[in-house]
């Protein structure tokens, strides 16, 4: 199997193509656009990069910056660990200038619903808080663009659905037993991941101005936590704390079939990327796999290697003219890595 040289790469393609160290803060989470790039940290920092200098950046109040995704180049939601989502936008007249454009709840929604005792759920024992609100970390946030719609997903073991325009919570989800790690959705179905061992599938329907989710299928229920979704055009996967990934396809009925599973980690996997017929896997024990897809068999062809601590995040663009430095104009893949090592690492690998 190969392996990588950090500094030469590789022979068959791979290679490592830049980096960037800020001795600040640990890399949770990052976002990528055509030719942005946004990275959060344990100092509450959020900073953007253009070919990996560094373009703008700014910091929440509190809160660990656990997930970070960017609607249609106009604002950025970021989740936290102390339970917020936060809305920044770019200046019109500046690009490299974000302000703060508010938080999910907004104040006077949380305001509005306080008067109301019908409004709080029990979190914890003898504890309520309004069901609007997160009352643990925020773990992942994912993105419905075409309708106006954002998922977030807690430790509080809900997931939380959010309409864009007015930053309104339209419908909060009981969604598992523990922590929920990963929300990915996709049209009308939402796929949830969490560390009580399961995978869960929701179906979205539309009622008046809000939203109805009913549990179509449990895909998956193991010891091991599940740590990471990600969903390519012929595949679910997940990622597990014992370093396995499974995956399911769409069969008969449009129920989904549980189709493998695979492992070359050590220990956890920690994020999953995916583009074309190419599976990305970050994990606890530092590397980064590339799996290739034929059929139904997974082959990893490398293993990327170079991060000095646990691999937090994975993002993939398809090269589109604002990467030709990263990309070197051969048309493959750029693929961006944080870890808790401090660092944001560049690779170029061939789609097929």
């Given at each position: 199997?190969?392996?990588?040289d ?11 193509v ?12 990052l976002?990528?656009t055509?030719d942005?790039?946004y ?5 509450n920092?959020?900073?953007?990069w ?8 700014f ?5 660990l910056?656990?997930?970070i995704?960017?609607?249609r180049?106009e ?12 809305v ?5 007249k500046?690009p ?6 508010g ?5 006077k ?5 306080s ?5 709080y ?7 309520t808080?309004l069901?609007?609100?997160?009352s643990d970390?925020?773990?992942c946030?994912s993105?419905?663009e ?5 998922y977030?997903?807690?430790?509080d073991r ?6 864009i ?11 598992h037993?523990d922590?929920?790690?990963?929300v990915v959705a996709v049209?009308s179905l ?7 061992g399961?995978?869960?599938v929701w179906k979205?329907e ?6 109805a989710?009913?549990?179509?299928q449990?895909?998956l229920?193991?010891e ?9 055009h ?16 769409m069969?008969?009925k ?31 024990d530092k590397?980064?796999?590339v799996?290739r897809?034929?059929?139904?068999d ?5 293993v ?11 993002a ?7 990467e030709?430095e ?5 048309g493959?893949?750029?693929v ?5 090592d401090k ?9 097929h």
């Amino acid at each position: 199997m190969p392996r990588s040289d950090p500094t030469r790469g590789y022979s068959d393609g791979d290679s490592l193509v830049g980096e960037s160290v800020r001795e600040e803060g640990h890399i949770y989470s990052l976002a990528a656009t055509n030719d942005l790039l946004y990275t959060g940290s344990d100092n509450n920092y959020i900073r953007v990069w253009k070919n990996l200098d560094e373009f703008s950046g700014f910091k929440s109040n509190s809160g660990l910056v656990k997930a970070i995704v960017i609607f249609r180049e106009e604002r950025v939601f970021t989740g936290h660990q102390d339970g917020k989502i936060r809305v920044w936008k770019t200046s019109s007249k500046n690009p490299r200038v974000y302000t703060r454009a508010g938080s999910l709840p907004a104040l006077k929604d949380v305001l509005k619903s306080s008067v109301k005792p019908s409004n709080y759920v029990e979190v914890r024992r003898r504890r309520t808080a309004l069901w609007i609100k997160h009352s643990d970390a925020v773990s992942c946030l994912s993105l419905v663009e075409d309708q106006g719609l954002l998922y977030s997903a807690s430790w509080d073991r809900t997931v939380k659905v959010w309409r864009i325009h007015d930053l309104k919570c339209l419908e909060s989800i009981k969604a598992h037993d523990d922590a929920v790690n990963s929300v990915v959705a996709v049209e009308s179905l939402v796929f949830t991941g969490s560390a009580d061992g399961t995978v869960k599938v929701w179906k979205r329907e539309i009622r008046g101005k809000r939203t109805a989710h009913g549990l179509v299928q449990t895909l998956l229920k193991q010891e091991s936590a599940i740590t990471a979704l990600v969903i390519s055009h012929v595949a679910v996967y997940s990622g597990s704390s014992d370093g396995a990934v499974n995956f399911w396809e769409m069969g008969e009925k449009k129920v989904l079939k549980h189709c493998g599973v695979f492992k070359i980690h050590r220990l956890a996997v920690l994020c999953l990327a995916a583009a074309g017929n190419l599976l990305f896997s970050g994990a606890a024990d530092k590397k980064i796999c590339v799996w290739r897809r034929e059929g139904r068999d997974h082959t990893c062809v490398s293993v990327l290697t170079g991060h000095t601590g646990p691999v937090k995040c994975l993002a993939v663009v398809e090269p589109s003219g604002g990467e030709e430095e990263l990309d070197g104009g051969d048309g493959r893949l750029v693929v961006y890595s944080g870890s808790l090592d401090k660092s944001v690492k560049v690779w170029r690998v061939p789609r097929h």
